[in-house]
């Protein structure tokens, strides 16, 4: 069965400094990940999504088969990157997402 | 383009009793798919509507359903409330049609809070 892990529920990072939010998944199939972000009041929205291979917001993820993994990375974190981030997976045909638990990153001035 | 919309917001309802949520997509939108989100299990899928038929269904019991209209306006319907089923349940609407097994981002709403006294 397909399984989404996000090991870290909270990561704290001083302004400046690298972030990885890590997320490995479980799959028999070629899955689609994406990066869904939710700031503190806001909805829940797409950050980014493997296929398009897109930077958003200075953040970048790598679809990494071997280890089944789609870690997040930004080189140089922001005050206004603190938000809530679920890693999340789509099946092969089906449209339906299936999320970690989330990590809440705090990012410290 | 106005975002997918939920109402009511928030809701209270007793043990036994029953509870609709309503939601309205992306104009354009075909798919609307419904979420539960609870500090326990995180974010689950309940099912997924395209064009007035359900598409697909996680693994939740009988007692949570939901419909879509014509118009692609969809609502869930949860019976015989449990203290379980309080959670925020969010929808989301994409395009839903299929190029080459890929679907069109999900955007969702804002969601409704369901207390269960």
């Known amino acids: 069965a397909q399984r989404v892990t996000q090991p870290e529920k909270l990561l704290s990072v001083f302004k400046g400094a690298p972030v990885e939010l890590k997320c490995n998944y479980s799959y028999s199939g070629s899955p689609e990940l994406f990066w869904y972000v939710q700031y503190s009041r806001q909805r829940l929205q797409l950050l980014l999504r493997?296929?398009s291979r897109e930077s958003i917001k200075g953040f970048t993820a790598d679809l990494n088969k071997g280890e089944t993994s789609f870690h997040l990375k930004k080189p140089f974190a922001q005050e206004e990157d603190s938000a809530m981030y679920y890693c999340?997976?789509?099946?092969?045909?089906?449209?339906?997402?299936?999320f970690g638990t989330g990590t809440r990153l705090t990012v410290i001035p | 383009k106005a975002g997918v919309t939920q109402t009511p917001r928030y809701l209270i309802k007793t043990r036994g009793q029953q509870v609709t949520l309503s939601c309205s997509p992306i104009?354009?939108?075909?798919?609307v798919s419904w979420y539960q989100q609870t500090p326990g299990q995180g974010l689950q899928f309940l099912f997924e509507y395209f064009s007035e038929t359900q598409r697909n269904k996680g693994n939740f019991p009988g007692r949570f359903s939901g419909r879509q209209f014509s118009n692609s306006r969809s609502e869930m319907n949860v019976s015989t409330l449990e203290l379980g089923d309080s959670a925020l349940y969010l929808c989301?609407?994409?395009?839903?049609?299929?190029?080459?097994?890929?679907?069109?981002?999900?955007?969702f709403g804002p969601g409704t809070r369901l207390t269960v006294l």
């Open positions: 104009s354009g939108h075909r798919s």
């Open positions: 989301a609407s994409s395009a839903g049609t299929s190029g080459g097994l890929r679907f069109g981002t999900q955007y």
């Open positions: 493997h296929i």
């Open positions: 999340a997976l789509s099946l092969t045909g089906a449209n339906n997402l299936f």
